[in-house]
């Protein structure tokens, strides 16, 4: 047998190996990218579910009135301190959700309406808020998510 044919043989073997190779490294990442995000949509259930964060969405329903006209800076503060409570969570989650790390469905489709009624509870005070310190994205992603949360209601 001439040697040309065995290194040929060889390469071959070898390149074929190294393909099943890179094809199972490629089946274990994607395998660990989706335990990834299960894992990462578990953690904000647990904190979407937790006493605290239920408390704090309450205190939004019951305390922070949706007109505000006419209500005195330092009252608007105090509902500011309730609607943060509650609602940074959502800000995060609306983040983590538009950078891609996680799929918005399991969310959005189990907590669309906590999220659609905090920020229409608290959407004018929000806006108040930007103006008053003068950042137009102050909870940016909190709007972000009830606009995908407001896509899935319609």
């Not at 044919?5 to 390469?11: K, P, S, W, Y």
Request: glycine share 4%; charged share 25%.
């Amino acid at each position: 047998m001439d040697w040309t044919m065995v290194a040929a043989i060889a390469t071959s073997i070898y390149t074929l190996l190294f393909s099943i190779a890179l094809w199972f490294a490629y089946v274990q990442t994607k395998g660990f990218e989706k335990s990834r995000k299960l894992q990462a949509v578990i953690t904000i259930f647990n904190e979407l579910y937790a006493e605290t964060a239920r408390k704090a969405r309450k205190k939004i329903y019951k305390e922070v009135p949706v007109e505000i006209d006419g209500i005195e800076d330092e009252k608007l503060e105090s509902y500011l301190e309730i609607v943060q409570d509650a609602v940074f969570m959502y800000h995060r989650i609306g983040y983590i959700i538009y950078e891609g790390h996680i799929d918005s469905d399991p969310i959005i489709t189990t907590h669309w309406r906590t999220i659609w009624r905090c920020w229409k509870k608290s959407e004018k005070l929000i806006a108040w808020t930007q103006i008053k310190r003068g950042n137009p994205k102050y909870l940016e992603y909190f709007k972000y998510l009830f606009d995908l949360s407001e896509n899935y209601r319609v």
